[in-house]
């Protein structure tokens, strides 16, 4: 059973261009989060995502940033026209969400280092 | 507006010792509780957790201590061992979507 699976794992861009960071969740899993972590500070919720809707999107700039989890495929965050602030790490996490569970663990994933140059 | 706070950035111990880490929060809307265990480059990996119902959970070498009163809880490690050397994340969650709120970390060292 393989777990959360990220890519790229590195992902260097120049300021103005996309940056697009992938995130397979765990195989029967259905909801996503994805976290970002500044150099030096702990990781920040950004948005949490179920199948073809976004259930929580407080943590997100206004600007820029876009996430989806279509019916097929990956969650893509999406970071247009990246700035040296947009560096840092991005961390995906899955949960199963069951039913009748007071918590739901979430399983992180290794992450994606991007680089604004 | 940081809500879950560790407050030492790094903690040194001596291996076979206890470490303890710390970490505060201000919203009592908080529910649950979680450590975190992280290694450079990799993702955080889940420890142990506690709900607010209770003030204590135990799992082999490690330890949770929840003083709601104070907003505080705690990970007991013992012994400690050089391979629990890396950064400990304490993070809160409450309300309906499960998203975690995480403190800075603490930068545990075992030294052998």
């Known amino acids: 059973n393989a777990g959360v699976m990220q890519n790229p794992r590195h992902l260097v861009r120049r300021r103005g261009q996309e940056a697009r960071l992938r995130c397979s969740p765990m195989?029967?899993?259905?909801?996503v989060y994805w976290y970002r972590q500044l150099p030096e500070e702990g990781l920040k919720f950004m948005v949490y995502?179920?199948?073809?809707?976004?259930?929580?999107e407080s943590g997100m700039p206004k600007e820029r940033f876009s996430a989806e989890f279509p019916k097929e495929g990956p969650s893509i965050l999406r970071i247009q026209q990246v700035v040296r602030g947009d560096s840092a790490a991005y961390f995906c996490a899955s949960s199963p969400r069951l039913a009748g569970v007071f918590y739901n663990e979430q399983f992180f994933g290794p992450g994606t280092r991007l680089t604004v140059l | 507006d940081q809500q879950v706070k560790q407050n030492s950035p790094s903690l040194s111990v001596q291996e076979g010792r206890i470490s303890i880490l710390n970490c505060d929060y201000t919203n009592s809307m908080f529910d649950y509780f979680l450590w975190y265990k992280k290694y450079p480059a990799e993702g955080p990996t889940f420890l142990i957790s506690i709900s607010s119902i209770k003030d204590k959970n135990e799992d082999g070498r490690f330890t949770v201590f929840l003083n709601k009163s104070a907003k505080h809880l705690s990970l007991h490690i013992v012994p400690s061992q050089p391979g629990d050397s890396a950064v400990y994340f304490c993070a809160a969650s409450g309300g309906a979507t499960n998203k975690l709120i995480f403190g800075t970390g603490t930068l545990l060292a075992v030294q052998p």
């Open positions: 195989k029967g899993h259905s909801h």
């Open positions: 995502l179920q199948k073809e809707n976004i259930i929580d």
